[in-house]
């Protein structure tokens, strides 16, 4: 699985203009499975997000976590993650799990998220053509991969 985490003021995400999902302080996950992923990494990658010390504290040093804060997460697909740019102009996602493998990872690492924080997380919708806007905190952009675990 990879994901990129933004540390945002706000963020949202609309759907035909209307918003299905919304955020004050806190971080937005972008969210993608690579073809031939399980949810062995769910929780790992979990507990990376919300413990991640990406806040500031009363020094202005990055010490907190989502946790310490009881900032909120926005989780949002997208397959766009696993994009192979190697060949020719246009990107190919044949490393991007299909949605019968894919939707049901996103579904559970937003379960596992909402039961480690106590609370509903927001998210758009699995496959649908989405307008994202966030206001970028930092701006702190941080990507992760469970295969490369760094």
Known sequence: MRVVIQRVKEASVAIDGAIVGQIGKGLLV???????????DLDW????????????????LMNLSLEDVGGDILVV??????????KGNRPSFIRSA???????????????????LGKRV?????????????????????????????
């Open 30 to 40: 972008l969210f993608a499975v690579e073809e031939g992923e399980g949810d062995e």
């Open 45 to 60: 990658l979990v507990g990376k997000i919300v413990q991640m010390r990406i806040f500031s504290d009363a020094e202005g």
């Open 77 to 86: 697909s997208q397959f766009t993650l696993y994009a192979q740019t190697k």
């Open 98 to 116: 299909k949605p019968v493998t894919a939707e049901p990872l996103y579904e559970l690492f937003v379960k596992k998220l909402e039961e480690r």
């Open 122 to 150: 927001p998210t758009g919708r699995f496959g649908a053509d989405m307008a994202v806007s966030l206001l970028n905190d930092g701006p702190v952009t941080i990507t992760m991969d469970t295969k490369a675990r760094e």
